[in-house]
């Protein structure tokens, strides 16, 4: 099969297309013919091998070189075979995952049956590579991170962005007010997925402003705990996802410390890992269900063919991208 393999840290020049052995799928494994992915900042993340300090730390990150060679946290497929003791999946199934070890660049991947779910019907394959980890990670920040529930008011910092997308449909659905932070080229996008106001960030600074918040999705840019609590209520939750990356240190640095300084507050700091989350499945299925019935949408703003998978990673490591950028196998 064809992969982009990536041996040592660095550029977009580092994931080398090359052949390599498919695949076969051990007991409980399932094999999948890759017919989409998707690009991420987790992606580059592993590919670059940043920030340094993560390197020193029990992880995906090796120390000197890459411990997974072949990206893609993303993968919307077929099921082209399974292992002994599969009993769910059969070939040609159509089926959708986050493998937390990647592969989804690469033609075949093999993917334990718990993390498998099949496919929404209502979406494409590209569509489908499009939901994992980013709507994975916008349902952790929404539901159980920030307890969003009918009446609450939410800020969203970074609304437009993969997660940001997914997590303004989601604290709708959950039920709450919600104010989008975004450029004013994607203003009415970010409406067109229920949110109530949009604050344009290079206009107004959202930490000034006059209302008081319950939850804030912290999912970009570079502002401090003791700024962001100034629009929090007096119990209110920080949520991080992401923050302004960094060679050395950061977001590390910045996601601890909010954590550190939120222990001295009556407001909460907390993360959102969706990679180390134990019940991706079960995610899956719960995002199926608000697809299927409309509640939800992925948002995609370029799809790039397999033999062009480097120009997308370069296009979405710039950090414009209104929505997700997928990539056909």
């Known amino acids: 099969m064809k992969a982009y393999v990536l041996r040592s840290y660095g550029s977009p020049d580092e994931l080398q297309l090359t052949d390599v052995a498919t695949p076969v799928p051990g007991p409980g494994e399932v094999l999948v013919r890759v017919r989409a992915t998707s690009v991420q900042p987790w992606d580059w993340h592993h590919m670059r091998g940043e920030p340094y300090l993560s390197r020193l730390m029990p992880g995906s990150l090796g120390l000197r070189e890459p ?27 159509e089926v959708f995952a986050m493998p937390p070890e990647g592969g989804g660049f690469g033609e075949y991947v093999c993917i334990a049956e718990r993390l498998l779910a099949p496919k929404p019907k209502s979406l494409s394959f590209e569509q489908a590579a499009a939901v994992p980890l980013a709507a994975g990670t916008a349902l952790l920040a929404v539901r159980d991170a920030g307890r969003v529930e009918p ?9 437009s962005g993969g997660v940001g997308t997914f997590a303004v449909q989601l604290a709708k659905a959950y039920g709450a007010h919600v104010t989008a932070v975004c450029g004013a080229r994607n203003a009415d996008l970010v409406r ?7 604050i344009d960030y290079k206009k107004e600074d959202f930490t000034r402003g006059a209302e008081r918040y319950d939850v804030l999705l912290y999912l970009a840019g570079n502002r401090s705990f003791a700024e962001c609590r100034r629009v929090l209520t007096r119990k209110g939750v920080c949520v991080l996802v992401g923050a302004a990356a960094g060679r050395w240190v950061q977001p590390m640095g910045r996601m601890m410390g909010t954590l550190a300084a939120a222990a001295f507050t009556s407001q909460k700091a907390v993360l959102a890992d969706v990679v180390g989350y134990p019940d991706s499945r079960g995610n899956l299925l719960e995002l199926t269900a608000f697809i299927e019935d409309g509640t939800l949408r992925p948002v995609i703003d370029r799809v790039y063919p397999f033999e062009d998978l480097r120009a997308a990673v370069r296009y979405q490591e710039e950090g414009h991208a209104p929505g997700k950028v997928v990539v056909t196998v």
């Open 67 to 93: 411990k997974i060679t072949i990206l893609g946290a993303d993968v919307a497929g077929e099921v082209a075979a399974v292992g002994e003791g599969v009993t769910e999946f059969a070939p040609g199934d």
């Open 192 to 198: 067109s997925l229920g949110a109530d106001e949009v």
């Open 151 to 159: 009446g609450r008011r939410v800020l969203i910092n970074g609304a």
